[in-house]
């Protein structure tokens, strides 16, 4: 398939890619053709920081462009007329690049809520925490910076979602599964308590992604990547990560008293079918949960 004039790759394997292996691929791509280097913005800008994406978005790198300069849409390619401040743009390897505070707020301003979240999430998991302890003066700063850059373009399209993000982003979240999760949780009503630990069988922790406050249920995130991606796997069959799993949820039952509930990706399309999806594993929905799903 031809992913820009003259640059084709196997239709196969780019349906394998993610959405950040294919933004890397269109940057250089569009890197080699320019005659002066590119300044890469948004989604492509995340991609290079290493921040994560939906693999349901469109394939097109994003570039700036100065605000007189001429130039639309091409295929693979999306330009944005704006100026920047130097601050602004960072080099990361053989491209420039807004920074990654930048593309966050970028982002928030033009991206669906819950992938703006995930992106804000993964950055601060990058950079405000460290095997579990948060850096919460940096996190505050962060807040604080986002806020003022959001209210210094109060009125524009996508300045409540900044200001949102700003306040709610959170580094406990250890994927973008969580990120959209406890999006619509918050959308649903559902209060949650993040990342919470319970003593394990032998030694340490385990720790849930979320626990239901007050419902005696916790919530765990499962993409379906756990059960496939040998990365992940550490040299273990699908069947015994599930076996692994099935223990350890048998084990929190019986220690806490308090079940365990799972979901993935396709119970997290929307917030409508989150909240039947939890309604369906028994979890109570408070009455803003139950006004949106026009139940109340």
């Keep these: 398939m031809r ?10 394997y780019w349906r394998t890619l993610h ?87 970028d982002i928030a301003l033009t991206a669906p809520a819950p992938l703006a979240l995930s992106v804000a999430d993964a950055y601060l998991h990058d950079n405000c925490c460290v095997d579990r302890r948060i850096d919460e003066a940096s996190v505050a700063e962060w807040r604080d910076r986002l806020s003022s850059r959001a209210a210094a373009i109060a009125g524009q399209r996508g300045v409540q979602t900044a200001r949102w993000i700003a306040a709610f982003a959170d580094p406990r979240a250890e994927s973008p599964l969580e990120s959209v999760s406890r999006y619509h949780l918050d959308r649903l009503g559902i209060r949650v308590s993040l990342q919470v630990p319970v003593p394990a069988r032998v030694s340490g922790n385990y720790f849930l992604d979320f626990e239901f406050e007050g419902l005696g249920i916790f919530g765990e995130c499962d993409g ?16 015994e990560r599930v076996y ?53």
């Design 224 to 239: 379906k990547h756990k059960y496939t991606d040998p990365a992940l796997l550490g040299g273990k069959t699908a069947a």
């Design 19 to 105: 959405a950040e292996d294919r933004q890397l691929a269109l940057a250089h791509v569009i890197r080699s053709e320019a005659n002066t280097s590119p300044l890469f913005s948004h989604y492509t800008a995340a991609a290079l920081h290493g921040l994560p994406l939906d693999d349901r978005l469109e394939a097109s790198a994003h570039v700036i462009i100065l605000p007189q300069n001429a130039g639309n849409a091409s295929r693979g390619m999306k330009r944005h007329r704006m100026r920047l401040e130097p601050s602004e743009i960072t080099r990361v390897g053989p491209y420039f690049c807004t920074t990654p505070e930048r593309t966050i707020l």
């Design 3 to 12: 992913i820009r004039r003259g640059w084709y790759v196997p239709a196969e």
């Design 244 to 296: 692994a799993e099935k223990r350890r949820d048998d084990w929190v039952m019986a220690t806490t008293q308090k079940r365990s509930i799972h979901w993935g990706w396709p119970d997290v399309d929307t917030t409508r079918h989150f909240g039947l999806q939890l309604q369906a594993f028994g979890v109570p929905l408070p009455k803003k949960g139950l006004l949106l799903l026009g139940q109340a």
